[in-house]
């Protein structure tokens, strides 16, 4: 078999097995690597993680807090985040009181956490969705898929890069134009937002958030764990605040 013909490879959590799409999957021609993933539903690139949920179940997860949380753990460990949303949350009479507040936390999704959003009307069509995002990346970039595991690391060079891959929304390519700009480890730890933003493929924000990350100082687990998870009630509240300014 040459590499042509050989199938694209996508990894599925095993849990997802009762949804029946690692199976729909096979059967347009992808090979599904059933694991035990700590993070996401689906793995399609090395770069790309999925998560899937049903309309209740994003919007009870956004209600809870759960779902910020799972997001920033996305984020932390893969470049691209998406969110496959079955169904319509807008239309669950559950929460139809609060339409405002859930498009207020959606928003927030895509501009504080830069995270992609794709809605489904079901498991077929996710899917669908799922297979043919893996094959545009795959085919395109002529990548296998890995799973995000600590690897062997052999040379000065390689440690430094995997070091800075470590960052959130940083790949390859980027961590070696951050290298090829600072020269080395001490010197990108030392830069400034602006200097970190002349560095091609980081904006001003990406630059503001990598500063923050070198230079706040670390809080245990324990302190950060006595913060109270941000819930859709904050968006309530923010919301009836606003209206409360405007009146």
Do not use: W
Request: glycine content about 4%.
């Amino acid at each position: 078999m040459n590499e042509s013909e050989k199938p694209l490879i996508i990894y599925a959590d095993y849990r997802e097995e009762k949804s029946g799409i690692p199976r729909l999957i096979e059967e347009s021609g992808l090979r599904v690597i059933r694991k035990n993933l700590s993070i996401g539903d689906y793995i399609i690139s090395n770069e790309i993680v999925i998560e899937r949920k049903s309309a209740y179940d994003f919007v009870h997860s956004l209600f809870d807090g759960r779902l910020f949380d799972q997001v920033r753990r996305l984020r932390e460990a893969y470049g691209t985040a998406i969110i496959i949303i079955e169904g319509n949350p807008i239309r669950l009479r559950r929460y139809k009181r609060m339409t405002k507040q859930i498009y207020a936390a959606i928003s927030s999704l895509l501009v504080d956490y830069d995270i992609k959003i794709i809605y489904s009307d079901n498991v077929e069509h996710t899917a669908i969705i799922i297979e043919s995002l893996a094959r545009r990346l795959q085919k395109s970039r002529r990548t296998a898929v890995v799973l995000h595991k600590k690897p062997k690391l052999e040379t000065i060079q390689e440690q430094q890069l995997y070091i800075i891959q470590s960052f959130p929304s940083i790949g390859a390519k980027t961590a070696e134009k951050i290298l090829e700009y600072f020269g080395s480890l001490r010197e990108f730890c030392n830069a400034s937002i602006s200097d970190l933003s002349r560095v091609e493929g980081i904006g001003a924000k990406k630059a503001e958030q990598l500063y923050k990350i070198l230079n706040s100082r670390y809080v245990a687990k324990t302190r950060q764990a006595r913060k109270r998870r941000r819930t859709l009630t904050d968006y309530y509240v923010e919301e009836g605040n606003n209206s409360t300014r405007d009146g």
